[in-house]
């Protein structure tokens, strides 16, 4: 299986996904929120790309979605839900859909959603999203990057779920190879609390009082939840 790595969600082609699984990876914090909202019981959570769009969906289509998601990392006026993974409790969201619309997250799947599969993948579930591609055709970890910038947590997170994969049969790119060292070299100096923490989106969540959601995230494997993407909707994949 050949593996790739994708930088930011404005570089990310149709090209770079045809016939493969791609992996959506925003670490903070929209794949952990996401990962997080189905392991509590959501039932499925709609990505738009504007904050107008999840209002229409909720008007036009199904009123009794929540409405989740952020621009500059604090929550939509208007909105039940902002983006930290924290507020995706089972009381909140269990059985319930919820709109989504993140600034670099949802915008980097809307942009995969033609791969074969579109899973969502964060530190908190890398074992469980590796094991679900273990037999692919070809896979790309499609990091989100912030505002069209590289981010060190996407690609450390790339690595983890890198880590995971059995080794045999993979051709992996030189960026794979990259993310994959990162993540261990990461893991063996400073770990992943203090990496995320001095990241450029880790300090501005620490500067808005989000410091509890840079801990949550770096949890490697605490949920056996794989999200996969189909029809619009983010829901549980179904070999689970
Ligand atoms: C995004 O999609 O840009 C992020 O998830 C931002 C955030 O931390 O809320």
Redesign the pocket.
């Known amino acids: 299986m050949l593996v790739d790595v994708t930088l930011t969600a404005d570089t990310v082609e149709g090209r770079d996904v045809d016939g493969r699984t791609a992996i959506v990876i ?1 670490v ?3 794949s952990s929120t996401v990962v997080t909202a189905l392991a509590n019981g959501c039932r499925e959570v709609i990505p738009v790309a504007t904050p107008e769009e999840a209002f229409a969906f909720k008007r036009e289509r199904v009123a009794g979605y929540l409405l989740g998601g ?1 621009r500059g ?1 604090v929550k939509i006026p208007g909105f039940d839900l902002g ?1 930290s993974p924290s507020e995706y409790t089972g009381e909140l969201v269990g059985g319930r859909g919820v709109v989504l619309t ?5 915008k980097t799947l809307l942009r995969v959603s033609g791969a074969e599969r579109v899973l969502v993948g964060c530190f908190l579930n890398a074992a469980a999203v590796a094991r679900s591609v273990a037999a692919g055709p070809g896979l790309v970890l499609a990091c ?1 990057g ?1 505002k069209g910038r590289f981010s060190l947590e996407d690609f450390a997170a790339a690595g983890a779920i890198l880590a995971e994969l059995p080794g045999d049969g993979l051709e992996i790119s030189d960026l794979a190879m990259a993310a994959l060292a990162t993540y261990r070299q990461l893991l063996d100096s400073q770990g992943l609390v203090d990496t995320l923490s001095r990241t450029g ?1 880790g300090k501005d ?1 620490a500067r808005l009082g989000f410091a509890e959601d840079i801990i949550y995230c770096a949890k490697v494997n605490m949920w056996d939840v794989v999200p996969e993407y189909r029809a619009g909707a983010i829901r549980k994949a179904s070999q689970e």
């Open positions: 925003d903070l914090r929209a952020e990392a983006n993140t600034t670099n997250g949802t989100a912030t989106h969540l």
